[in-house]
Nanobody
Framework: QVQFVESGGGLVQPGGSLRLSCAASGIIFRTYDMGWYRQAPGKTRELVAFIFSSRRTNFAESVKGRFTISRDNAKNTVDLQMNSLKPEDTAVYYC???????????????WGQGTQVTVSA
């Protein structure tokens, strides 16, 4: 049974940084492309960053240059380093495996509880 457990969120001032971590279980982690999604109140969930099993990365335009993504296949974890945070980054952040392509889609229908990121002065 696949399970994702996200952590590391919190309240941070604009311009600050946070590092999110996602622990995956129930999958052969190293074989999956992994992504971080976010969902702000009243908005649909969006993919903000993903990392291929090859470790090549891809980012949404809104976070490019501010966020980085990394993975540790030995620990089955994928991290999201978020710098220069803006109020519009406020959302619940989730991870999932990703089917890459023109319109990347999540692999699994089950999601973790997410981790809340709030950027506010």
């Amino acid at each position: 049974q696949v399970q994702f457990v996200e952590s590391g969120g919190g309240l941070v001032q604009p311009g600050g940084s946070l590092r999110l971590s996602c622990a995956a279980s129930g999958i052969i982690f190293r074989t999956y492309d992994m992504g971080w999604y976010r969902q702000a109140p009243g908005k649909t969930r969006e993919l903000v960053a993903f990392i291929f099993s090859s470790r090549r990365t891809n980012f949404a335009e809104s976070v490019k240059g501010r966020f980085t993504i990394s993975r540790d296949n030995a620990k089955n974890t994928v991290d999201l380093q978020m710098n220069s945070l803006k109020p519009e980054d406020t959302a619940v952040y989730y991870c999932n495996a990703v089917v890459p392509g023109y319109r990347p889609t999540p692999v699994f229908g089950s999601w973790g509880q997410g981790t809340q990121v709030t950027v506010s002065a």
